[in-house]
């Protein structure tokens, strides 16, 4: 049904227009017609008071986003623009967390706790800062209260600043109430992780045959580490042209496709080979089944492997070449051929040691890397040469200290001996033994029913997790650290792994890099008009690319109206729960 003009032309030329109510009707041979209900009569003489009493009657049996859209269009409700949010990111991460059941698992974690807040909401008002505008926690408060729309946590904005006492109160109170959210985040962290992992599992039908596990630092904004006993920042290593700052190590366990199932935080100065036991202990009973775990070089060490092998689990590691251990040097100096797998990875096989003693090792070779080692090996040698030659052209006072410099260079001493008399030269069975380890890395594995080219593509996949701490530190912004405590250090963690989570799935779903998602869907902004008799919420219209990322995520698109008068602060803000310690 749907009203209709027409047009008649008069003997003197002119046009008349009439205004009919009609339907379509099919005659008996089939054909689509229209049917006239009513007719209005001439459209420049039509009765429009009694058409708007007609309209209001009808509205009596619509939805009231429908109703509103209705007056907007009759001009009766006399509305103005007061505020545009972007929506969009928030409206994806919501509907992911959801499908994921990331709520249920934390409401059901909430059961046997009290808490007037809707903390499970907060929580993820943490979560999609992390993953739409990383700011400090305290931040976070005026981000909900001025700039962003988070579905469940729609606060109002902060009293003015002309009420000295109130503003401060409010504010106190709200940080109280996130850092009250991120104390229950840690407290239920480990049941937090087992029920996100099944309900992630469950959902995306996760692969976890293999199981990706790496490290990385996160460093704080202070000089001195915490005293002993007291926290866990602390020096470790330090990052290369980085300065020396405390420290905390971050685990993951990633899947093939990139989804972050497992974090750890250890203390700045934990020895990645020292972890395996608890990370290994800490996935007893996650339905695992057989796995495999993929580990690098830092995590190897004869008791590390073998707790890998606990339980039916095997393990794909990478091992050092020049750590000089018997087994590795007989694997590197076995003769045979290399076995094409495809473009630029070649395997060989190889087993080192007898009977119980027996392991396996896979050489791969990449003759494209290589080739680029030789060549920037030559290119330094080079250089080198050119180093040495200027020395015969130094005054003696300054000879010395430039042989000694050359000597304990990072890239140059390598490559140089110095002869009896103290002459520094290049000792080609250095460069020899170096070029021996060209385009090549090594692997190890307990799994003697992976092929040779299942262990090295498995390896490689290893690139998952380390694409993972890119987001982490880059996109979600985990360093640097702000917090003192180490209770909220662990939950600001936890916070970011939730954020890559979503953000993985997302990525995996529509084959987009979360910087494009976030950059697309922000552009969605919820628009609040209000007026004498309330306020009206209404998103913007959706975009061919945003539609586009909902349908490859199969997620529904936001409501045109979101709501229809200002019902103030929502529960998640209005409701308070006992003070805690600010950090």
């Known amino acids: 049904m749907y009203v209709r003009t027409i047009a008649r032309r008069n003997k003197d030329g002119s046009t008349v227009r009439y205004v009919q109510l009609a339907q379509n009707v099919r005659d008996p041979r089939g054909f689509t017609k229209a049917q006239v209900l009513y007719s209005f009569g001439r459209e420049d003489a039509l009765d429009k008071a009694a058409l708007r009493r007609l309209v209001h009657s009808i509205c009596r049996f619509l939805d009231p986003a429908d109703v509103a859209e209705v007056q907007a269009r009759l001009g009766e409700v006399g509305l103005e623009l007061r505020d545009s949010r972007p929506m969009g990111g928030a409206w994806l991460l919501d509907r992911l967390w959801r499908r994921i059941g990331i709520d249920r698992a934390l409401v059901k974690l909430l059961k046997k706790r009290r808490y007037a807040a809707d903390v499970e909401r907060l929580v993820f008002a943490l979560v999609a800062n992390r993953a739409l505008a990383p700011v400090s926690k305290l931040s976070v408060i005026d981000w909900l209260a001025e700039e962003a729309w988070v579905p469940g946590v729609e606060s109002e904005p902060l009293p003015a600043p002309a009420q000295e006492q109130e503003p401060l109160k409010e504010r106190k109170s709200r940080a109280n109430l996130l850092y009250a959210t991120m104390d229950f985040l840690l407290e239920a962290d480990e049941a937090i992780q087992r029920e996100v992992y099944w309900a992630t599992a469950d959902l995306l039908n996760l692969e976890v045959d293999l199981l990706f596990l790496d490290s990385t630092t996160a460093h704080f904004m202070i000089e001195d580490e915490d005293e002993e006993g007291e926290g866990i920042r602390r020096f470790g290593r330090p990052q290369r042209d980085q300065p020396k700052r405390p420290q905390v190590v971050i685990g993951l366990a990633v899947t093939r496709e990139g989804i972050p199932v497992r974090c750890w935080t250890w203390p700045g100065n934990t020895n990645d080979a020292s972890v395996v036991e608890q990370v290994k202990k800490d996935l007893i009973g996650w339905r695992l089944g057989r796995v495999i775990t993929v580990v690098d070089r830092g995590f190897v060490s004869e008791e590390n492997l073998r707790t890998l092998q606990r339980a039916g689990g095997h393990y794909i590691a990478g091992e050092r070449l020049r750590a000089g251990k018997p087994a590795v040097e007989a694997a590197l100096s076995r003769q045979g051929r290399y076995k094409k797998v495809r473009d630029n990875l070649e395997v060989k096989e190889v087993l080192v040691g007898d009977g119980e003693a027996r392991v396996r090792y896979i050489l791969v070779r990449n003759p494209a890397q290589a080739e680029r080692d030789r060549q920037e090996r030559e290119a330094l040698l080079r250089r080198l040469q050119e180093e040495l030659d200027a020395l015969g052209e130094l005054p003696p006072n300054e000879h010395v200290p430039r042989v000694c410099a050359l000597v304990a260079h990072e890239a140059y001493g390598r490559y140089l001996r110095q002869t009896k008399s103290g002459k520094p030269v290049i000792d080609r069975a250095k460069v020899a033994e170096e070029a021996r ?53 662990k939950a600001h963690v936890l916070l970011c792994w939730l954020a890559l989570l979503l953000v993985r799935v997302a990525e995996n779903g529509t084959g987009h890099r979360w910087p494009t998602l976030r950059r697309e869907m922000q552009r969605m902004h919820l628009i609040s008009y209000g007026g004498p008799k309330g306020e009206i919420r209404q998103r913007t219209e959706l975009t061919t690319f945003q539609k586009q990322i909902l349908r490859a995520l199969t997620l529904p698109e936001p409501p045109k109206f979101l709501s229809l008068k200002d019902s103030g602060p929502s529960q998640a803000w209005a409701l308070r729960p006992p003070a805690v310690q600010e950090a």
């Open 437 to 489: 380890y060209d385009g090549r890395y090594l692997l190890r594995t307990s799994d003697d029913t992976l092929s040779a080219e299942d262990v090295a593509l498995g390896y490689r996949q290893l690139a998952q997790i380390e694409d993972a701490f890119r987001a982490l530190k880059s996109t979600l912004e985990l360093r640097p650290v702000y917090h003192r405590l180490e209770d909220r250090i």
